[in-house]
């Protein structure tokens, strides 16, 4: 570990307070009014907002250790090289062979610490279109899911903050930082200052930030400047927001540290649920009720139990909240049956909906030695630039090496959209199918850092995406990985979509500013030109961005795949919700982190409703 790593874990200890358990047997009662299952970006803030009615009584159980005992996790530089395929703080989970990615299986990692992937991930901010969730109203037939009735909960959950440190693009001077004179960005009317997660733009801009913004000026026609992409119109190049103001900003740090102390709370981490109980007068009822958890420390552990008096939440995430409803006997007869398991809830959608965004990277040689290629190869500089952002809080791990961010539609492109072509999959005219992310250096989730050159990379997903895929049970034992299989480019509009990405990105860097900076394609890419061409690059090089959904997504009350009511009920099911990012109908068309912190916020309200304190 480095040494000032070492040096912040000190500093970090004294964060978590006493109502923090590591052992079932330590937990000081045997009933909670609420037990919610994951201590992730849903959960810790579930747990808050549930807490601040001082008659309730809440348990957290986290299968992970607490946030605090990694001090990589608040360095926003660290996400990639040390954080998220971290196995003490990830599932690490593996994917199925991909038959759309030439039969590769790729590695999956989710959050298994306090803050779940709101502690591993690349901590981008983004609500989604007004369309998204307009659409989610549409489908569930709950207006109260449309962008004007969830825009409150997102602005509750945000504290927008001026970057860490560094010029801004616009306003390279010194003085006082203000977002529309420093950015000439921003709407304050869309955000809030108060709120528990700190939101805030990237506060080291790195070798190509102006580039980026003079292309918007140079293509506006394509790639034209859009002031605020968090406003419901993401459409546009815009800055890049990031729950960070020079350390990471989790649900563990932003909602479960200030509500710790609490002595209606409680956490227990180091502890796996795994299944829920129904109450034994209720199994052979239309309506079991679910008010046991059961628990264990190891796969050959004692298994405990705990009991809610009122709810059992599960916010485990789109992997593990759909194993352990099957688990637990709530799924399609016929998937429990292969392992023996008892239906209690006849559910054919659990795990059924996986939907996911691939990721493709592209690499271009650049005229530079000031990308973060010359970092990542220099261990004293690395060494240097850590104590910077311990000292001083600035430099280069301020951020996580992405400054801005585009979100593009193909409605001009024929040959996805044109005759012969396919419908537009995207939730409306505001919402994105594609996103690009110029990033300052070599990025790769498939190879290491080549020993000489620096690099451009330019990052593009399929947001809105057609292909869906599955979580299902390996084995009856909650302690084995579940079968992942996203389904990447199964769907061959994915794929058209993911080709075009491609040539967007080598559209954006015809810009003039860019002609003395891009070298030459790396071979790989140079090599794909035709149409069959870009295909196999394509599948060769896609992996995913890890935004699974859906998997015990809501819906209207006739829909039969529809795991969920629209008030996040497990429908033939008593006593028992979702609240994580599994229970959306359709994959935002952006990074899911702001839209499930906005999902906590609202079904806090709805639970806090549901028993009259509201």
């Known amino acids: 570990m480095h040494a000032v790593l070492a040096a912040l874990l000190l500093s970090l200890a004294t964060l978590v307070g006493a109502a923090l358990y590591s052992d079932p047997r330590q937990l000081p009662q045997k009933e909670y009014d609420f037990v919610i299952v994951g201590g992730g970006t849903a959960g810790n803030a579930l747990a808050s907002r549930l807490s601040e009615v001082s008659k309730f009584s809440i348990l957290v159980i986290e299968a992970g250790s607490s946030n605090t005992d990694y001090p990589e996790i608040a360095v926003p530089f660290l996400e990639l090289s040390e954080v998220i395929y971290n196995s003490n703080i990830s599932w690490n989970y593996d994917t199925t062979p991909q038959i759309g990615l030439n039969n590769r299986a790729i590695n999956y990692p989710r959050g298994k610490v306090l803050g779940g992937s709101s502690s591993i991930n690349v901590m981008i901010w983004t609500r989604a279109s007004v369309d998204d969730w307009d659409r989610y109203a549409a489908v569930t037939g709950d207006p109260e899911w449309s962008w004007d009735a969830m825009f409150p909960y997102m602005l509750k959950s945000e504290s927008l903050v001026p970057p860490a440190s560094g010029p801004t693009a616009v306003n390279p001077g010194p003085g006082e930082?203000?977002?529309?004179?420093?950015?000439?960005?921003?709407?304050?009317?869309?955000?809030?200052?108060?709120?528990?997660?700190?939101?805030?733009?990237?506060?080291?801009?790195?070798?190509?930030?102006?580039?980026?913004?003079?292309?918007?000026?140079?293509?506006?026609?394509?790639?034209?400047?859009?002031?605020?992409?968090?406003?419901?119109?993401?459409?546009?190049?815009?800055?890049?927001?990031?729950?960070?103001?020079?350390?990471?900003?989790?649900?563990?740090?932003?909602?479960?540290?200030?509500?710790?102390?609490?002595?209606?709370?409680?956490?227990?981490?180091?502890?796996?649920?795994?299944?829920?109980?129904?109450?034994?007068?209720?199994?052979?009822?239309?309506?079991?009720?679910?008010?046991?958890?059961?628990?264990?420390?190891?796969?050959?552990?004692?298994?405990?139990?705990?009991?809610?008096?009122?709810?059992?939440?599960?916010?485990?995430?789109?992997?593990?909240?759909?194993?352990?409803?099957?688990?637990?006997?709530?799924?399609?007869?016929?998937?429990?049956?292969?392992?023996?398991?008892?239906?209690?809830?006849?559910?054919?959608?659990?795990?059924?909906?996986?939907?996911?965004?691939?990721?493709?990277?592209?690499?271009?040689?650049?005229?530079?030695?000031?990308?973060?290629?010359?970092?990542?190869?220099?261990?004293?500089?690395?060494?240097?630039?850590?104590?910077?952002?311990?000292?001083?809080?600035?430099?280069?791990?301020?951020g996580p090496g992405v400054v801005q961010i585009a979100w593009t539609k193909l409605e001009n492109e024929n040959v996805v959209f044109g005759p012969g072509g396919y419908p537009d999959p995207s939730a409306g005219p505001s919402s994105p199918n594609i996103e690009i992310l110029p990033t300052d250096g070599f990025v790769s989730f498939i190879e290491g850092l080549p020993a000489t050159g620096n690099f451009l990379t330019m990052l593009t997903s399929v947001v809105s995406p057609v292909s869906r895929g599955s979580v299902t049970l390996a084995s009856a034992d909650p302690f084995d990985a579940p079968l992942i299989d996203p389904g990447l480019l199964s769907n061959p509009y994915d794929v058209l979509a993911a080709v075009q990405a491609v040539n967007q990105s080598r559209q954006f860097l015809s810009a003039p500013t860019w002609d003395d900076y891009i070298l030459r394609e790396a071979p790989d890419l140079a090599a794909a030109q035709s149409e069959a061409e870009l295909e196999a690059y394509v599948r060769k090089g896609t992996t995913t961005i890890w935004h699974p959904v859906g998997t015990a997504r809501m819906g209207a009350p006739d829909d039969e795949l529809a795991v969920l009511t629209s008030d996040l009920r497990v429908k033939g099911a008593q006593g028992l919700r979702v609240v994580d990012a599994s229970i959306f109908p359709y994959i935002p068309a952006g990074h899911p982190q702001a839209c499930v912190y906005a999902v906590a916020e609202r079904a806090a309200d709805l639970i806090k409703e549901a028993w009259g304190v509201l």
């Open 177 to 398: 930082f203000d977002y529309a004179t420093d950015y000439g960005t921003l709407n304050p009317a869309v955000h809030n200052t108060r709120g528990p997660v700190d939101v805030s733009f990237a506060g080291y801009l790195g070798d190509i930030a102006s580039r980026v913004f003079q292309t918007s000026f140079e293509l506006p026609e394509t790639f034209s400047f859009v002031p605020d992409m968090n406003a419901g119109y993401p459409l546009g190049f815009a800055q890049l927001s990031i729950t960070s103001s020079g350390r990471r900003s989790s649900s563990a740090t932003a909602y479960l540290e200030p509500a710790i102390n609490r002595p209606n709370l409680d956490v227990l981490i180091n502890t796996q649920v795994t299944r829920l109980i129904a109450a034994a007068e209720s199994v052979n009822t239309s309506l079991p009720t679910f008010t046991t958890v059961e628990m264990a420390q190891s796969a050959d552990g004692t298994r405990y139990t705990i009991s809610a008096s009122k709810e059992v939440i599960l916010s485990a995430g789109s992997i593990n909240t759909p194993q352990l409803l099957l688990l637990s006997g709530i799924g399609a007869p016929s998937a429990l049956a292969a392992h023996n398991i008892i239906p209690l809830v006849n559910s054919s959608g659990v795990g059924a909906d996986l939907q996911d965004h691939p990721l493709l990277e592209s690499h271009w040689y650049v005229n530079s030695t000031g990308t973060f290629d010359t970092i990542l190869r220099n261990a004293t500089l690395q060494a240097e630039d850590l104590s910077l952002w311990e000292q001083e809080g600035r430099g280069p791990y301020v």
